[in-house]
């Protein structure tokens, strides 16, 4: 069975900043959504970016207890270890630094968004920083209409790069 990508919309951080929100990416035509993040990179080292969903006025739902998250984490300077977060009020995708290696790219797959009989499922997958990887799954705790994402900076650290791409998969 092969998957065809659709593009939807795609933007670009071309100023520092803490967040960058794409509104309106999601609609009733996929049940599936890939995301790409390219090249995210920081002011700031060990930053760490998140993911949040925007509802169907494209407001952010950031309610303290609405994200669950599990996720393998591996690092080439210490073990791997597994996380989970249930009741959070974000999705940690990955770390970026203040340097060229320190980039960081994310390939997310978004399930049921728009549909607001069923939750809001993620499966991702990163790379970033010094040989740093990391792989988990997420839910949002809820059953809404979601039209768009918001990628956020973990502390008073901006990002000052990056790419998002949306594409439906069919």
């Given at each position: 069975m092969s998957s065809n990508l659709h593009f939807i919309k795609s933007a670009k951080l071309t100023t520092t900043a803490g967040s960058i929100n794409l509104e309106d990416c999601f609609n009733?035509?996929?049940d599936v959504y890939y995301v790409a993040l390219r090249n995210f990179n920081s002011d700031g080292s060990a930053n760490t970016l998140y993911l949040r969903f925007l509802d169907s006025s494209n407001a952010v739902i950031n309610s303290g207890s609405l994200y669950n998250r599990a996720q393998l984490s591996l690092n080439s300077g210490s073990s791997f270890s597994e996380e989970t977060d249930t009741g959070g009020d974000r999705i940690t995708i990955g770390t970026v630094n203040a340097d060229t290696a320190g980039v960081m790219n994310a390939s997310i797959y978004v399930f049921n968004p728009y549909n607001s009989s069923r939750y809001t499922y993620v499966h991702f997958q990163s790379s970033c920083r010094e040989l740093e990887a990391r792989k988990g799954a997420g839910r949002l705790a809820q059953t809404s209409t979601i039209k768009g994402l918001q990628i956020?900076?973990?502390?008073?650290?901006?990002?000052?790069q990056g790419n998002i791409v949306v594409y439906g998969v069919e």
């Amino acid at each position: 069975m092969s998957s065809n990508l659709h593009f939807i919309k795609s933007a670009k951080l071309t100023t520092t900043a803490g967040s960058i929100n794409l509104e309106d990416c999601f609609n009733d035509t996929y049940d599936v959504y890939y995301v790409a993040l390219r090249n995210f990179n920081s002011d700031g080292s060990a930053n760490t970016l998140y993911l949040r969903f925007l509802d169907s006025s494209n407001a952010v739902i950031n309610s303290g207890s609405l994200y669950n998250r599990a996720q393998l984490s591996l690092n080439s300077g210490s073990s791997f270890s597994e996380e989970t977060d249930t009741g959070g009020d974000r999705i940690t995708i990955g770390t970026v630094n203040a340097d060229t290696a320190g980039v960081m790219n994310a390939s997310i797959y978004v399930f049921n968004p728009y549909n607001s009989s069923r939750y809001t499922y993620v499966h991702f997958q990163s790379s970033c920083r010094e040989l740093e990887a990391r792989k988990g799954a997420g839910r949002l705790a809820q059953t809404s209409t979601i039209k768009g994402l918001q990628i956020k900076s973990d502390n008073s650290d901006d990002m000052t790069q990056g790419n998002i791409v949306v594409y439906g998969v069919e």
